[in-house]
């Protein structure tokens, strides 16, 4: 059984010495695919560093939306220069989040429009944060695929049916993480059961959204298979085929085959 961590933040300001034990876990439960996504230059360096240099790991470059006011002078020539140089799979973490809302709004819609550009651009895939924003997200997406292709994962879902249909109808993916093993998440399990198995990617956000039933502790892609095994039984399929299927789309959509 093959498994594909859709979006896992990997670097040494978060794993310090233990970076190499969590890669090697992760490839001892199944996990033959990561992609490690960057929330600001410096860990985006780190991640296409680590891409570089380990088998069956990519990387996104980008920044958070919640950092992006916080941004050196320099960050955003730092991620340019990383995409443009082919050392980059995808654009990202980039987004709007109505949530934290620790940056403002107008530069968060800024900068979420320098990364749909930049993907755009190059023809990568952009990852996409959507908390409490989805409406004003599909919109700006919206308008973006007026201007030219755009793929785009809208990552660790928690929307509607509605707005699932939506992403959906625009061409996109959706990445689900631990929330959806939480007891509380049935109406997510109902969402992620009913789209297409084509659009479904499966992802951890290590070190956050630790799934059940390790809730609380720090996450991993070694706990994927906690993630994949809840969506398959949801689906009423074996964890194999949905393994199989959502790391075929991992592929698809982060090494365009």
Do not use: K
């Not at 997200?137 to 049916?161: K, N, W």
Request: glycine content about 8%; charged content about 25%.
């Amino acid at each position: 059984m093959e498994l594909f961590d859709s979006h896992c933040h990997l670097d040494p300001m978060r794993y310090g010495d233990d970076l190499g034990g969590v890669i090697e876990r992760a490839r001892a439960s199944g996990v033959v695919g990561m992609t490690v996504i960057g929330t600001r230059a410096i860990d985006s360096e780190a991640a296409a560093e680590l891409a570089a240099r380990e088998p069956g790991i990519l990387n996104a470059a980008g920044i958070h939306p919640n950092d992006v006011h916080e941004a050196d002078p320099d960050e955003w020539d730092r991620i340019e220069r990383l995409v443009s140089a082919g050392r980059a799979a995808a654009v990202g973490e980039t987004g709007l989040d109505w949530y934290r809302d620790s940056a403002p709004r107008e530069v968060q819609r800024e900068f979420f429009d320098r990364h749909i550009r930049l993907a755009q651009r190059f023809g990568l895939p952009l990852v996409v944060h959507t908390r409490e924003s989805i409406r004003d997200v599909l919109d700006t997406l919206r308008e973006a695929l007026a201007r030219g292709p755009l793929t785009a994962v809208l990552h660790a879902f928690t929307g509607s049916l509605t707005e699932a249909a939506e992403a959906l109808d625009l061409g996109f993916h959706l990445g689900f993480a631990g929330m959806t093993t939480f007891r509380s998440a049935e109406d997510l399990r109902t969402v992620a059961a009913a789209i297409p198995l084509e659009r479904v990617l499966v992802e951890t956000d290590s070190p956050f959204l630790s799934p059940e039933p390790l809730r609380g502790r720090r996450n991993e892609p070694a706990n994927l298979i906690h993630t994949a095994r809840c969506l398959a039984i949801g689906r009423g399929i074996s964890l194999e085929a949905f393994a199989a299927a959502t790391t075929a789309n991992a592929r698809r959509v982060f090494l365009q085959r």
